[in-house]
């Protein structure tokens, strides 16, 4: 499951961290699609996997170079790494974005996503009756989810804990976007702002509940590829499929809500094409533009798995 590499190598790991980051960043788009179609998916799941009791036991009994190896720490430092630096640094570009061009951004988002649609189901070897089956229902499974109203919680502690091990799970399965399941639980914007204002105490605690959650659910990860990889993959590819209703570039608010801030803030939005877009809210549609930043999109998806498929 491991692989060997260099220091090139581990730098490219890196690479793909900070696209991870960049996606997780964003309602709607999962890391865990990027670590898929970019060939470190199964190698992920392995490595969270070997951080338990057991592995842990070799620190005291053959010290760190065994803990290290075991836990195929190289690679979880780099990609790690790679991620906390795109969130940390593209924390207020995501902002920005999502304020002032969201057609753009979301247009991107699409594209990758459509793509990457395409770049997991092409690993189902067998279009059955079963998988077919699954994938419809991860596809409808996905629309309802990212139809649903946001809420809005009290940032307690527990909250924050809770809300890292939920969105954790998310964001390291392909399709379903840990950054959705916060906006959901209305604690979007309070960890966003947190991390961009550097609220350690926030942010330890986010991270705290997202190592309780990343540990767990990567044995059951684990558990659905070596037994059932294609019936997950047919899961997953479905997810992909349907959470395209999130990221539609185009949305009319339909209802608003004030955040803990006094802020007015979406509620709920309907999905509308981009020439009722300008009718409908007075706002410039930017089509062109969106449609070449979708190309953009499906493009480096399919440059990506292009050079992952080389390498295999």
């Not at 900070?18 to 060939?39: E, H, K, Q, R, W």
């Not at 592995?55 to 190896?69: D, M, R």
């Not at 294609?230 to 997953?236: E, G, H």
């Not at 877009?277 to 089509?287: F, M, P, R, S």
Request: hydrophobic share 55%; glycine share 8%.
């Amino acid at each position: 499951m491991k692989q060997q590499r260099n220091l090139i190598g581990y730098v490219f790991v890196m690479l793909k961290g900070l696209m991870m980051g960049a996606a997780d960043a964003v309602p709607g788009v999962s890391g865990g699609t990027i670590a898929f179609i970019t060939g470190i998916y199964e190698e992920l799941i392995f490595s969270i996997r070997q951080c338990n009791p057991k592995t842990l036991c070799l620190l005291f009994t053959k010290g760190p170079a065994s803990f290290w190896q075991a836990i195929n720490g190289n690679f979880l430092i780099s990609l790690l790494g790679g991620i906390a630096v795109s969130i940390l640094t593209l924390a207020h570009a995501v902002l920005f974005m999502l304020e002032n061009y969201p057609e753009i951004l979301w247009a991107f988002f699409f594209g990758l996503i459509l793509a990457s649609t395409w770049s997991i189901a092409r690993h189902i070897s067998s279009w059955n009756t079963q998988n077919s089956v699954l994938f419809i229902m991860g596809a409808l499974l996905a629309y309802i989810v990212t139809s649903l109203t946001p809420t809005e919680i009290e940032a307690t502690p527990l909250a924050i804990f809770l809300s890292g091990g939920i969105a954790i799970c998310a964001m390291i399965l392909p399709g379903i976007s840990g950054s959705f399941i916060l906006l959901l639980l209305g604690m979007y914007s309070f960890i966003l702002q947190s991390i961009k204002g550097f609220e350690f105490n926030t942010i330890l605690l986010f991270a705290a509940g997202a190592v309780a959650g990343l540990l767990s659910f990567s044995h059951v990860l684990h558990w659905l590829f070596s037994r059932y990889r294609l019936a997950t993959l047919s899961v997953m590819s479905g997810f992909l499929l349907g959470s395209l209703n999130k990221v539609w570039p185009w949305k009319y608010t339909t209802a608003y809500t004030l955040n803990r801030h006094g802020d007015q803030v979406p509620l709920v939005q309907e999905n509308v094409s981009p020439f009722n877009y300008e009718v409908l809210t007075g706002q410039h549609a930017y089509l062109w533009m969106s449609v070449i930043m979708l190309v953009v999109g499906v493009a480096l998806v399919l440059l990506i798995d292009r050079d992952v498929t080389s390498t295999d």
